[in-house]
């Protein structure tokens, strides 16, 4: 894989018209699952094509049972990564058994520790909420650790049913498990109250950042800025037309060994533009 988007960093180098990066994201999938070495040959072959004196944010989006102290150490003084994006989820053992997520509750919490110890200063956690079982309170207090451990941005989501999944699976055999639409409306509404009284702004549906911590290179998709999306599923935009990589990995290996593309594209027309405009705006 990693052989694969080297390949299409080079082949995809003119895309972009202008070659000075703002920001880097590392998202997914999990790719915190990338050795230091993996990670610094990506920015290896992007400092070949591209001007990286000016970025002004590298984010690497991390599930806590990656970040052991050793790793997030290396991470800040080996790599250009500047900010985390920490799959916290809940800090409720109960909610991450339930999600089947790899990390436990200690793990979610020492991450945290562990990436300020490092010296990291931009960082954001992600929380779900509407999960079932979990109750008003326990959102709220949710919250209120990532309040008390000092998160200056937070990214929340409503529990969703991705089909295919093992928990969706789950939750077709045992139905009482469905999360509820009234639910997380509740927990949305006690979020957006919460974020008001401790001084984090709601700057996009689902992000609140606290003394302007904004995400530079969310915000910029937002903005309609252009951007070049690598690896599986990837989309981009040059502001004239967008393009998106095809999902499967095992055909995105395979195109990119025989230097195909494995993308498709379409050309803006006036109206998109104007209607994308209008959503983004
Ligand atoms: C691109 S995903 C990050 C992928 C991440 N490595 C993971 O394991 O989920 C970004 C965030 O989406 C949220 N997310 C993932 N699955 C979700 C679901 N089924 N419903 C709601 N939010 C979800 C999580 O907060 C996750 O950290």
């Given at each position: 894989m990693l052989d694969a988007l080297c390949s299409e960093i080079r082949l995809r180098a003119n895309y972009l018209t202008d070659k000075t990066l703002d920001t880097i994201y590392f998202g997914g999938g999990t790719p915190s699952?990338?050795?230091i070495e993996e990670l610094n040959r990506i920015f290896g072959i992007l400092e070949l094509h591209f001007d990286l004196s000016q970025l002004k944010e590298v984010t690497l989006e991390a599930n806590p049972d990656d970040l052991n102290r050793d790793?997030?150490?290396r991470l800040r003084n080996e790599t250009r990564i500047?900010?985390?994006s920490i799959g916290i989820q809940s800090f409720r053992e109960e909610d991450l058994i339930f999600m089947k997520r790899a990390h436990n509750a200690a793990e979610a919490l020492d991450c945290i520790k562990l990436a300020k110890e490092a010296g990291f200063r931009k960082f954001t956690i992600d929380l779900i909420y509407g999960t079932p079982g979990m109750s008003d309170e326990a959102w709220l207090n949710n919250l209120r650790i990532a309040n008390?451990?000092?998160?200056e941005h937070l990214s929340c989501y409503a529990l969703t049913l991705e089909t295919g999944t093992p928990l969706a699976k789950e939750v077709s055999k045992?139905?009482?498990f469905t999360p509820l639409e009234a639910d997380a409306e509740r927990q949305f509404r006690i979020l957006m109250e919460f974020a008001e009284q401790h001084d984090y702004e709601q700057y996009e549906i689902s992000n609140f950042a606290r003394n302007e911590q904004y995400a530079i290179?969310?915000?910029a998709y937002w903005k309609g800025a252009s951007y070049l999306g690598l690896g599986p599923s990837a989309h981009s935009f040059n502001g004239s037309s967008r393009a998106w990589?095809?999902?499967n990995n095992q055909q995105y290996i395979k195109s990119l060994n025989e230097s195909t593309l494995p993308l498709e594209t379409e050309n803006l027309t006036l109206k998109d533009h104007y209607n994308e405009w209008i959503l983004t705006d």
């Open positions: 699952l990338l050795s790793y997030i150490q500047d900010r985390l008390e451990l000092g998160m045992r139905p009482e290179h969310n915000s990589n095809i999902a």
